[in-house]
């Protein structure tokens, strides 16, 4: 018999069911998120992932990456923002249409979270039109909000 360790991903963990609202597109976002997380996942280090596309398709992932010290951890919506801009050619706007970000619970399932205050920040700073998806606290459904709506009254950088 062997035993995980604890801080490696439990197994059988419970995948997000797709919201009918959510394209095929998204729904992609949504499992590579999951996929990603469950591969690389380590308590207190790589807890949250990231799928991003960007207005030409692509996919860009990112994981969280905790730091000794907090200033120094790292967002997955961070590192797929980034990983996305630097797929980009130097003159091309980064142009993001959707968000989905995931993190395991500690009861064994993934859920779809909302960015933290910087990343909703970065996001709009970026593509303030991109679909996030969030888990209402309300309802506990999972649905799509503008990436500026996260933020009301935002104040609006001239780049």
């Not at 394209?23 to 997380?37: K, R, V, W, Y």
């Not at 207190?44 to 905790?66: C, F, I, K, P």
């Not at 091309?92 to 859920?111: E, N």
């Not at 979270?113 to 309300?138: K, M, N, Q």
Request: charged share 25%; proline share 6%.
């Amino acid at each position: 018999m062997s035993v995980v360790p604890s801080d490696t991903a439990p197994t059988g963990i419970t995948r997000v069911t797709v919201p009918a609202s959510m394209s095929e597109d998204d729904a992609e976002l949504l499992t590579l998120a999951q996929e990603l997380l469950a591969r690389v996942w380590r308590d207190g280090r790589h807890e949250v992932a990231s799928a991003v596309r960007t207005a030409d398709g692509a996919v860009h992932t990112g994981v969280h990456l905790e730091g000794s010290c907090r200033r120094s951890s790292i967002c997955a919506e961070g590192v797929a923002l980034g990983a996305a801009r630097g797929a980009y050619p130097g003159g091309q706007p980064l142009d993001v249409t959707s968000v989905v970000s995931v993190q395991i619970k500690p009861a064994g399932r993934f859920r779809v979270i909302a960015p933290c205050g910087v990343c909703r920040e970065l996001i709009s700073d970026y593509s303030p039109d991109a679909t996030v998806w969030i888990t209402t606290v309300e309802k506990n459904e999972v649905v799509p909000v503008r990436a500026l709506d996260l933020l009301p009254d935002k104040s609006r950088r001239a780049w």
